[in-house]
């Protein structure tokens, strides 16, 4: 009776291990058809900044008959607590101090004051696929977004993809 009681407690504790923590390295790469010869890659993640808040993060290519027609960032923060300045380009730092300005796409309108969207096309491969990145948040109260390696690996295989 002590053994079975032990294997059922084991695997109680084992099945909360692996239900009850997500795994951070699985690299999630969305495909939706949007219309006819419109497909729409995402990769989507919820980063922390420098404070502890916590950011959408979906970085998204869409294809149109073949051919990219956008790769663009959209960072959502809390609605409420952080408001984006438009129009300004968002400052990307790597690792070895290379700074990138990504063109912001709503310069002109936004959806909502917590969102900000950044045109990534011709930026994405400059940057490393090891190594983290720093996003410096064009906001009224500036804050720093670090990007780990495996989620920078993970845009690496949606722009190839």
């Known amino acids: 009776m002590r053994f079975f009681v032990s294997v059922i407690l084991s695997i109680i504790i084992l099945l909360s291990i692996c239900l009850g ?13 949007e219309a006819p ?7 989507r993640h919820s980063l922390p900044d420098e404070t502890g808040s916590t950011w959408q993060v979906v970085l998204f290519k869409r294809v149109q008959e073949g051919e990219v027609k956008t790769i663009e960032l959209r960072l959502v ?14 400052e990307i730092i790597t690792g070895k101090g290379k700074i990138l ?13 917590n969102v900000g969207q950044y045109d990534l096309k011709e930026i994405l491969s400059q940057l490393p696929a090891n190594g983290r ?9 500036e804050r720093v977004l670090f990007v780990p390696a495996p989620v920078l690996l993970e845009w690496q295989l949606l722009a190839e993809s």
């Open 37 to 43: 010869g419109q497909v729409l890659y995402q990769s």
């Open 77 to 90: 923060g809390f609605p409420g607590n952080v408001t984006f300045i438009h129009p300004k380009t968002l």
């Open 21 to 33: 923590f997500p795994q951070p390295g699985n690299a999630v790469i969305r495909q939706q058809e």
């Open 133 to 141: 990145i720093r996003l410096i948040l064009p906001l009224e109260r």
């Open 101 to 113: 300005d990504a063109q912001d796409h709503f310069a002109k309108a936004t959806p909502a004051p």
